[in-house]
């Protein structure tokens, strides 16, 4: 982060910053949408398909 | 460099995506449906992913693309919201951390596209200034500017300039974040 000359304004960028930090940090936490984890299911598997036919 | 197979190390970054995806629709079934895009369009173009490189920006780059490229064929100038961002967190308010939490949350949701997108990159995927411009197709100082207005416009709504209010916010909501498996 650019930390400006202005104390107040580095104590409020950084208070932004590590509440971004914690709310990112708990969307990563949820859980997979089942249609992803089908998606990669059914590319690994087209993969292996074409290993196979190579 | 990751030693990883590019397709094992595109799973490991997931759930990043998925975060920065509902943090840009706010919408779940809006960035699901991103992310499907993102993924298969990633999967089907390994080849064009330069090993070595940044996995995590080339993907973010591209479902962000995908985003603004639906959006505009849709012409959609209000965005279908559904909370999906604020309502992921909080159960029910328990303290003042949680509750501080939502109010910065809910503030968050108000910024532009592109200044959230702009303080999710660099504030909160740790992304420069340089790689969230060109991830963003914009200049180094454009990227900049937003990050300012960004925290000026959560600064104004969060009313962050009172001493007392960010005193208060402080000492409660540092004991939110200062979670030990909270990235530093």
Known sequence: ?54 | MSELDPKDELVTHLPALRAFALSLTRNRATADDMMQDAVLKAWTNMDKFQPGTNMRAWLFTILRNNFYSSRRKLNREVADVDNAFSDTLSVKPDHDGRLQMMDFKVAFEQLADEHREALILVGASGFSYDDAAEMCGVATGTMKSRVNRARAKLTTILQLNDDEVLELTDSATMAVVGSPNLPS
């Open chain 1, 1 to 54: 982060m650019a930390r400006t000359e202005d104390p107040k304004q580095d104590k409020i960028d950084r208070y932004i910053d590590q509440n971004l930090k914690k709310v990112f940090s708990d969307l990563e936490g949820d859980d997979m949408p089942t249609e992803i984890i089908d998606l990669l299911l059914v590319l690994r598997a087209q993969d292996e398909e074409l290993k196979t036919e190579k």
